[in-house]
Structures are given as structure tokens and as C-alpha cells.
């Protein structure tokens, strides 16, 4: 858990100083989700129980298996993106082998098709588990209640992660959200929990018990994960005009990954040791991952419309 995080953070850390140099076009992030998107992941079998993610949760996608070098080639628009060799923008995470489905831009398109893929399962007789995220902005859409509903009327095998890092872009979570998200699972017909988001642990335990109450034909679970957004929006957007910086540094304060790393210390499962060679490790990886996806090829015109229509 510890190394999917520190790898998600320092790749995620990477794309930024490559978009600044000029060298990444666009860059959206998941500082600060690591222990929400991390803990959640952690309950998915990879390439059996499906993943409908936003843009930013990167680091569930690191969970299931993809690498520093698949997220860089994905960023750099390369041919050998495995997302969508380069035609979707960075954050638009797919993967058929590991059963992660691709989103479209407008925000909570995934929930309805998360919940169609949580019927097929149950009309199949398979005991899958479809695991669908977003931000609390995305729970203001139509999509995200007609999921709701929809899922709670069937009891279908779905997990609803909210990530709420009180911004939707520049929009207020007490503009945006009425009365609390995870209670709204209530008037669905289903359990909601609140969880602090940046502890790993606690948010790993109430979507592990949310795991088997899909797998045992219980119905969904409406998880909200209360975190924050360490960056900007996205590498195009200024969060100087609609926050203060002070609100930021206390946030940092309570960084999922430093806290874990206390943790791990304080019951021996880290030393300074242990933690260099990781973090070497990681650095070694990213590195890599730059060089490799900087030489990659780009895709060639006359391939743009490959495995974008059937074959006549
Ligand atoms: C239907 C729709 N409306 C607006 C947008 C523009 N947009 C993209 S991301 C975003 C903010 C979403 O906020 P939230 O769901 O809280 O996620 P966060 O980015 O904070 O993690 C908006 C408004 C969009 N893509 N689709």
C-alpha cells in the first residue's frame, strides 16, 4: 500500500515538473487521494472486478498494475499508451486486461455505466464487484442518482466511491453539495459511510466490509472519503484566485502518505533504511519511465482511426 502511494505521488510529482518544463502539455492530479483511491483499490481482484475511475485516481490505477511507464506514455500522447495509444487526454485510465473502463469528459458518465456493468455480473450469475469513483462535484450530476437509484432498486454489486476534496474546480464544497453525501445512500435504499479519506487503513476496512456485502448479493455501498487536493484543478488552473495558501499548508499537514509512513514506523514496519530504498527505488522506476516514454514513438496519421471503428 505504502509503495503504490509514494509511487503514485512522486510519478504524479514528475508530470508536474515536466509540464512546467515545457515537455507534458497537461497534467491532472491525484496529490492528496493517494490513501482514499489506495485503500479502496486495494479490495479489486485485478482483471475480474471492475474499475470505472475519474481522472484522477491514478493511484488505483497503479494498484491494479499500471506502471510509472504506462502513466508517462500516457501523458506524453505516445503510441504505446496503453490507456488509448495516445488519442484520450492523460487521466482517461483504460486498460481491458485489468478491467479498468475508459470515461468520457462530461463529469459522472461513469456511474450509469459502472451500475449496467454491476447487472451484468449479477445476470450472469458471477460474483464480481464493480467499483465506480468520482468527486463530490459529480454527485450534483443527474447521472450520479440515477445510478444511485437504479443500484439500490436491483441490490446490485456496486461501490460508490465519493472523493470529496472539498473543490469542484473552484466551486466550494457549500456551494456545491447539499447536506451530507454519505447520507443520501439512506434514501437509496443502502448503507453510506463517511471515512476520513487520508487514512488509508480506515478506508481500506469500510470498502472492504462494502466488498462483501456486493459479493455476498447484499447491494451497493456509497462511500465518501473526505480529502483534499493538494494542487490545482489541473496544470491549466490558477487555485491562487479561489483559495488561500494557508489552507493548503494545513492540509499538507495531514498528507495520507506521511501519515501512513508514522504509522508504519511506529509498528515497525518501516525504518529509514527500508524507506530510502523504496523511495530509491521509485526514483530509479520514474526515471526510467521519462526516458523510455520521451523516445516513444507518437502514433502515425494513418492511424488514427484504428480500434476507433469495427472492421467493416
Ligand atoms: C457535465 C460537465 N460539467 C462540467 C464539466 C467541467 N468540469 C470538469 S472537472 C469539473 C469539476 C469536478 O469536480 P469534482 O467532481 O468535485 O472532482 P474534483 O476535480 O474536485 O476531484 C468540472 C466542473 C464537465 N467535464 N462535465
New binding site residues.
Partial sequence: MYRAMLLARRTDERMWILNRQGRAAFVISCQGHEAAQVGAAYNLRPGYDYLYP?Y?DFAMTTVLGQSARDHLLSLLGKKEDPNSAGRQMPGHFSSRELRIVTAS????VQYPQAVGSALAFRLRGEDGVVLVS?????TS?GDWHEAMNFAGVRKLPVVFLV?N?A???SVPEELQVAGSIAKRAEGYGFPGVAVDGNDVLAVYEVAKEAFGRARRGEGPTLIEAKTY?LTA?SSDDDDRRYREREEIEEWRQKDPILRFERYLFEVGLLDEEKKEEISAQIKAEIDEAVEYAEAAPFAGPEEALERVYAEA
Fill in positions: 475519474y484522477r469528459a462530461p463529469v459522472g468520482g468527486g463530490e462535484g459529480s450530476e472523493q476534496n473543490y469542484a474546480i487536493r484543478h
